[in-house]
């Protein structure tokens, strides 16, 4: 077998309990045939819909880990993809906390550029992972994704 067809470009999946790293998906997607990457970082704010936000806590559905690996087979089918790497943090977020992370490296900018937006839209839009948000005010809000 040469060494493309035993190329897995997906190096890194998670959604876990713990503060996320940017070094740790950065260096995932490190590839010697890569001449761009593109890595985005979702973080907490202190503002949604005109409110402030107090915290927020996101959980996710059991199938969330397995839903994340269709979409991101789907991306490195349908782009050049040389790597990639997703990781999303569930439990309690503080302001500034990163809530998500993904980067992918492809030969060119441009298809790194546009891998990635796909993986952190499907992300957002199929993805079993929900926000709960707590504002200032007292008030408290369900944002939710995926199919479930």
């Not at 996710?60 to 997703?86: M, N, Q, S, W, Y």
């Not at 993904?102 to 952190?120: D, P």
């Amino acid at each position: 077998m040469s060494e493309s067809e035993n190329h897995d470009p997906i190096r890194l999946l998670a959604i876990r309990d713990t503060p996320l790293s940017l070094d740790e998906v950065y260096d995932a997607v490190g590839d010697d045939a890569a001449g761009g990457t593109t890595l985005f970082v979702g973080t907490v704010r202190d503002h949604d819909g005109g409110k402030s936000v107090a915290a927020l806590e996101y959980s996710a559905h059991p199938t969330a880990e397995k839903e994340l690996r269709r979409i991101a087979e789907k991306v490195c089918a349908d782009f050049p993809v040389r790597a990639l790497a997703a990781v999303h943090r569930v439990g309690r977020l503080a302001i500034t906390d990163k809530a998500v992370i993904v980067a992918v490296s492809c030969a060119h900018r441009g298809e790194a550029f546009e891998a990635a937006r796909r993986l952190i839209d499907d992300l957002k839009h199929q993805v079993p992972i929900w926000k709960h948000q707590v504002f200032t005010d007292g008030e408290e809000e369900w944002v939710g994704a995926g199919t479930c």
